[in-house]
Each structure stands twice: as structure tokens, then as C-alpha cells.
């Protein structure tokens, strides 16, 4: 029981002595602030220094409420030491002292910690010391998004029009938005540019910015590109990030039209199909374009006029005219266009010529046209001429025939015409082939036919020497005329064309040769030692038989009587080495008569008379059988 009664007395020893001492010095040192993103632990450390060591120490920590009043959060004596209840931050600090340094711990961050914090030491002194930190807070903004406005935009507005706006969410501190035309930062201009911002807190203590563009537009920003830069800050740097890019409907009028043939590309003929284009520099949503002939005034409202199967009188000036709704000004533009064409081949004289023989044939062929042309006489798909003018010195009959003049025009592809010229050449006829003509036949029936050229087209006649008149068919030709005679003949007999007309007159005579049939005979002869082939007697029936087959048929029984002397020859051979009848040595025939059919050849050694007979069949013959 002595022990408690002593407590006392030595608390005031120990103050006695403290009173006897000089008061004790107390320091702290801080940062200015401790930055940390929002989420992440944050520690603020608190340096002091002491005369009477942490066995007399007490720490507390405290933060500043935004009307300057203070709160304290975490307190820790010698003998005791806790965080306070029911604040902002109960269950989420915690307090490590080491040595002369107190680190209060912050987890799980949030925006609403970006305050200020106070470390405050005290002894057990009246002396104390306290350091302040602010703790800064940092969160990064969703990607920012931009919107375009979906209308056109005149330049002729007097106020400036809104050109687009731009969005950035959850950021802490405030993001910044900064717009750009062009990589060129816009900033606020009297009735050129206004940039206006607005800020929304949000629930969660971060910030969301808009901003909007509203400026005057020029025609040079049918083509510009906008966009927004966000700057948004976070512990110790400051990032950027940027927006797509946007592009406006910029409405303006036109300074020049322009009218044009879209096609056919190049030289444009009669018959083809025209379009026309046409354009204007500006771009006017309330406006009217007229393309106008300015020849036939035909004309529609519309940037293409199309004309089917054009002539030359589609060629010429067209007008394009722009005109604005709003104030109606007009601009107009213009094009010359110019329709080629050629027309139909002339020639002279029309139709057909008829000359006399051995005069000059003159003809020419001519076709209006608004290009160069070329012009070519044809005669049987032959060129026989190049230029206007178709000349012959001296006509035949040779000359007579159609000619065809073809005009093209060199630098168009397909663009020519054509006409014809019938050329008839007058004189005595003339009978194709010569004129005495040889006719031999077996029938009893002739064919005969006579064709005469010559202009006016002969008449033919038939005759034969006997004075009678043949009836016959005759046709025109295409330079004359052609007869076809058919009689019975029972002798030799002459027949006569006669061709004439106003000219003259031309006569062929055709011999007629009856060839009267024969029976033919033939006889052949056979002998042992020789082959004859007998005359073959036949009736002369007509030229197409050959007298080379005689010596074919000869030339085969040759060939036969040589194999059959080889055939004999062998067998021979055969017989003398017993290879054959089982017989050796020699033997002796006698010759034997042939049969009708087969042909003896007679075979002698050199030693002996004896022989061997064999017949075309190549079979032996016994002695008594000769």
C-alpha cells in the first residue's frame, strides 16, 4: 500500500525539477504536399524533434475543413493512442512512428481527401510544434468527345455560328479544353471567335467540362479540320490527350460556272448522243442551274442535259446559268459545240454512164462534209482509184461493171458513205473462146453454149449448116448475154452462134463430131516355154480411156513368172539334200503339160539332164504324169 502513496510525490519531483529547468525545444518539418492518384494509399510524414524524447511525446494529427475549421483524426499519448470515430477517414488511417518520424497512412484515396493536414507535437511542457501538409488528389478524365453540327453554315451569316462542341468527363482537378482549326489553337475573338466553357461537379467530387466553338466561317473552311485538346493533371506532370477530328458544311456562293461536253469525248458527228455537264465553284444549298441551247433556247433545270441522235443543228452555244434564291444574282458560263457531219455521196453522172469502146470514161464523186474526207473507187470490192475523179482513157469491154465510191473522213473512225456507178461500154459483141471450136461426142444429145458480152446486150442466134434455126434460151449477163442450145445429132453436123446487136455482129462455129460405138474382140495364146499375150482388139468408145493398161497388165505377169522361177528354185534345192519326197540323189523328169491355169517353167543342172517340173502352185510332177 506504500507504493500508491508514493505516485504523487514523485509526479511532483518531477515537476519540481522541470520548474527549476528552462522550458524544452520542440521542432517539426513537413512537406508542402503529397500528391497521389485517387485509389492509391497516401502517406504524409511528420519529422520532429524533441528535448524530452517520445516517452513524454504526444502526436496528433488533424485535417482543415474547407471553412478553416480544424478536426482532429488520430491521437496518440505516452500511455495511450487511438484514431477518432465518426470522421471521414475512420477505418482507412493508420499512424507509424519511427524514431522522429510519424507517417500517417491513408488508403483508398478519394478526391474528397484533398485537404490540408496538420501534425501537432506536444511535450509535457506547455511547449508544442505542428507542421502542415496539403494532400492533393488526382484523377484522369475519360476520353473527351467532340460533336459537329449537322446543318451548313453560310458565310454570309452576320453572327457567328456554332461549329461544333466538345465533352470531358470525371476529371480531377478541373481538365482544360483548348480548340484547334488546323493545328492552330483558337482563342476568343470579338465577332470572329467565342470559346465558351461550363463545369459540372459531379456526385463523386469530380469535374466535368463542356465546351463549345462558335465563330465566323470563311469559304477557306469547306476544308478545315477541328478538333479539342484536354490537359488534365497528375501527381508531378500534366498529360494531354485529343479529340477526333471534324469537318463543317461551309455554304458559299460561286465566283465561276463552267459548262462542258462530258461526252463522246472528242469529235462529235451526227447521230451521236450529247451530254452536258455543268459545274459552279460554290456551294449553295438555295439555287437553280439552267443549262440553255442558245440556237433552239431548248434548255433544263438541271446540272446534264443529254440530246439524242444530234445533228448539226444541236451544234453551237450553250449557256450554263447559277442563280441564288436568296438574292438572285446570277453567273453564267459557256461552250461552243460543234456537230461534224458528212453527207451522202454524189456522183456524176447519176446512176449509170455508157460510153463507146476504146472513148474515155470520166466520172466524179463528191460528199459535203465539215472534216477532210478521202475518196477511193472500188470495182468487185478492188480499189481501182484514189481521189474524186474516176478517168480511163481508153474503155473495153473490161471496163463495163458497178464502181463504188467510198468517202471516209480520216480523223473519225466509222464515219463514210458510199454510192455507185453502173459503167456500160457500146460496141461490136465479142463470143467468149475461140472461133472455131471442135466438138466430138457419143451421144445422140449435144449440149451447146454461147455467151457474147457487148452493150446494148447482144441477141443470140443458132443455126446450123444445113440452114435450119435452133430454138434456144438466152439470158442477160452482167455485161452481155448467154445462150443455151440442146439438139439430137445423127452425124457429123455444123452448128453457128451468131451474137449481134446495133454494132455488129460476131459468129463462132461449133464441128460436131459423131463418134459411132464397136464391139471389142481379145485372144490370148499359151505355150510351155513362153508367155504372149495377144492384141486386144478394142472399138476406139472414147478418149478417156488410157492405153497404159496394156503395159500394167504385163508387168504384173512378169513379176508372177519371176516369184514362180524363185519358188523353184528353192524347191529344187531341197530335193537334191532328200529334204523332200524322202528322196536323195538324183532323179528324171520328163516335161508335163501344164493345165489350163498354171504356167511350166523347165529347171536343167548343169551335170545332169534331169529336171524337175513344178507347177505356178509349186507342187511336183512325176515323170508319168507328163
Not at 521542432?27 to 524530452?52: L, Y
Not at 454512164?353 to 478521202?374: D, F, H, P, R, W
Request: glycine residues 6%; negative net charge.
Amino acid at each position: 500500500m506504500a507504493l500508491p502513496d508514493t505516485a504523487p510525490l514523485l509526479v511532483g519531483l518531477l515537476l519540481l525539477c522541470h520548474a527549476f529547468r528552462a522550458w524544452a525545444l520542440v521542432e517539426v518539418n513537413m512537406e508542402d504536399k503529397v500528391e497521389v492518384m485517387a485509389g492509391e494509399t497516401a502517406q504524409i510524414t511528420c519529422m520532429f524533434t524533441t528535448d524530452e524524447g517520445l516517452g513524454g511525446t504526444t502526436i496528433q494529427w488533424l485535417y482543415v475543413l474547407p471553412n478553416k475549421e480544424r478536426k482532429i483524426i488520430y491521437n496518440k499519448e505516452p500511455m495511450h493512442e487511438a484514431a477518432e470515430q465518426n470522421t471521414p477517414f475512420t477505418g482507412r488511417i493508420s499512424l507509424n512512428v519511427t524514431g522522429t518520424a510519424a507517417v500517417l497512412v491513408i488508403r483508398d484515396v478519394g478526391v474528397m481527401d484533398n485537404l490540408e493536414f496538420i501534425c501537432v507535437i506536444k511535450t509535457l511542457t506547455p511547449e508544442e510544434a505542428e507542421g502542415r501538409t496539403q494532400l492533393q488528389v488526382f484523377k484522369s478524365p475519360t476520353f473527351p468527345t467532340i460533336e459537329a453540327v449537322e446543318t451548313g453554315i453560310s458565310v454570309n451569316e452576320e453572327e457567328p455560328s456554332k461549329i461544333g462542341s466538345c465533352r470531358v468527363k470525371n476529371g480531377y482537378p478541373k481538365p482544360n479544353i483548348t480548340w484547334y482549326r488546323n493545328n492552330m489553337p483558337l482563342r476568343n475573338t470579338p465577332h470572329e471567335v467565342d470559346v465558351k466553357s461550363s463545369i459540372t461537379t459531379e456526385w463523386s467530387g469530380l469535374f466535368s467540362v463542356q465546351s463549345e466553338l462558335t465563330m465566323k466561317v470563311k469559304k477557306e473552311d469547306k476544308d478545315a479540320e477541328f478538333y479539342c485538346e484536354v490537359v488534365y493533371f497528375v501527381p508531378g506532370a500534366t498529360k494531354m490527350t485529343e479529340t477526333q477530328r471534324i469537318s463543317i458544311t461551309v455554304y458559299y456562293p460561286p465566283t465561276e460556272v463552267n459548262i462542258w461536253v462530258e461526252s463522246p469525248k472528242g469529235i462529235i458527228k451526227e447521230g451521236d448522243t450529247l451530254e452536258l455537264r455543268c459545274e459552279n465553284n460554290g456551294n449553295y444549298p438555295s439555287s437553280i442551274t439552267t443549262i440553255k441551247h442558245q440556237n433552239s433556247g431548248y434548255s433544263v433545270e438541271n446540272n446534264k442535259m443529254v440530246r439524242t441522235n444530234v445533228t448539226r443543228l444541236d451544234g453551237g452555244v450553250y449557256n450554263c446559268t447559277f442563280m441564288e434564291t436568296d438574292n438572285f444574282e446570277e453567273i453564267l458560263g459557256s461552250t461552243k459545240v460543234s456537230v461534224n457531219y458528212l453527207e451522202s455521196a454524189v456522183i456524176t453522172p447519176k446512176n449509170s454512164i455508157t460510153v463507146m469502146e476504146g472513148e474515155e470514161l470520166k466520172a466524179s464523186c463528191n460528199a459535203l462534209s465539215s472534216l477532210q474526207t478521202s475518196t477511193a473507187w472500188f470495182k468487185n470490192e478492188k480499189l481501182v482509184s484514189k481521189g474524186n475523179s474516176l478517168s480511163v482513157k481508153s474503155a473495153t469491154f473490161e471496163t463495163a461493171g458497178m464502181y463504188k465510191c467510198v468517202v471516209t473522213v480520216p480523223e473519225m473512225e466509222g464515219m463514210k458513205t458510199s454510192g455507185t456507178l453502173q459503167v456500160n461500154v457500146k460496141g461490136s459483141p465479142q463470143i467468149f473462146g475461140p472461133d472455131v471450136q471442135e466438138v466430138e461426142t457419143y451421144e445422140t444429145t449435144v449440149n451447146l453454149n454461147c455467151s457474147a458480152r457487148g452493150f446494148p446486150a447482144p441477141t443470140i442466134m443458132w443455126s446450123t449448116s444445113d440452114g435450119k434455126n435452133l430454138n434456144a434460151l438466152q439470158t442477160e449477163t452482167e455485161d452481155g448475154a448467154q445462150s443455151e442450145v440442146t439438139f439430137k445429132i445423127t452425124s457429123n453436123v455444123k452448128v453457128f452462134c451468131n451474137a449481134s446487136n446495133d454494132f455488129g455482129s460476131k459468129v463462132v462455129e461449133f464441128n460436131i463430131k459423131a463418134i459411132v460405138h464397136t464391139t471389142p474382140t481379145t485372144t490370148t495364146t499359151t505355150s510351155t516355154n513362153t508367155i504372149t499375150d495377144d492384141t486386144v482388139q478394142t472399138p476406139t468408145k472414147s478418149p478417156n480411156i488410157k492405153k497404159e493398161s496394156k503395159g500394167f497388165v504385163i508387168a504384173i505377169i512378169i513379176i508372177a513368172i519371176l516369184l514362180l522361177a524363185i519358188l523353184g528354185s528353192v524347191l529344187y534345192f531341197l530335193y537334191k539334200k532328200g529334204r523332200i519326197c524322202g528322196r536323195s540323189g538324183k532323179q528324171d523328169f520328163s516335161k508335163r503339160k501344164s493345165s489350163k491355169d498354171n504356167i511350166v517353167v523347165e529347171m536343167k543342172s548343169d551335170n545332169t539332164e534331169e529336171a524337175i517340173l513344178l507347177g505356178v502352185n509349186g507342187e511336183k510332177q512325176q515323170p508319168n504324169d507328163q
